[in-house]
Nanobody, 124 residues
Framework: QVQLVESGGGLVQAGGSLRLSCADSGRTFRSYAMGWFRQAPGKEREFVAAISWSGSSTYYADSVKGRFTISRDNAKNTVYLQMNSLKPEDTAVYYC?????????????????WGQGTQVTVSS
């Protein structure tokens, strides 16, 4: 069973940085491609970034490319999202997600599991 728990959200000024973490308490973490999505108030949930099961391939939304970095530590069953140069439009609830997939990540993942979300607020 996959149970995803996010942490690391908070309030930051524009231009600042945050690192989100997502830990999985299950035993199959390394069998999943992992990703981050976000949902701003009044908007649909959108894809942010994804990483393959091995960590060897990543994929980003154009809006965060060059500013955000996704990584994972399979020994710790944890995926990270390092967010730099944050903008007010990055304000959203960020969700960790997992898709059973053991191939390279070349597009948006299709999650089978979701975390509960963590709030990121960027002030101008």
């Amino acid at each position: 069973q996959v149970q995803l728990v996010e942490s690391g959200g908070g309030l930051v000024q524009a231009g600042g940085s945050l690192r989100l973490s997502c830990a999985d308490s299950g035993r199959t973490f390394r069998s999943y491609a992992m990703g981050w999505f976000r949902q701003a108030p009044g908007k649909e949930r959108e894809f942010v970034a994804a990483i393959s099961w091995s960590g060897s391939s990543t994929y980003y939304a154009d809006s965060v490319k060059g500013r955000f970095t996704i990584s994972r530590d399979n020994a710790k069953n944890t995926v990270y999202l390092q967010m730099n140069s944050l903008k007010p439009e990055d304000t959203a609830v960020y969700y960790c997600a997992a898709e059973p997939k053991m191939t390279a990540v070349t597009t948006i993942i299709r999650p089978a599991y979701w975390g509960q979300g963590t709030q990121v607020t960027v002030s101008s």
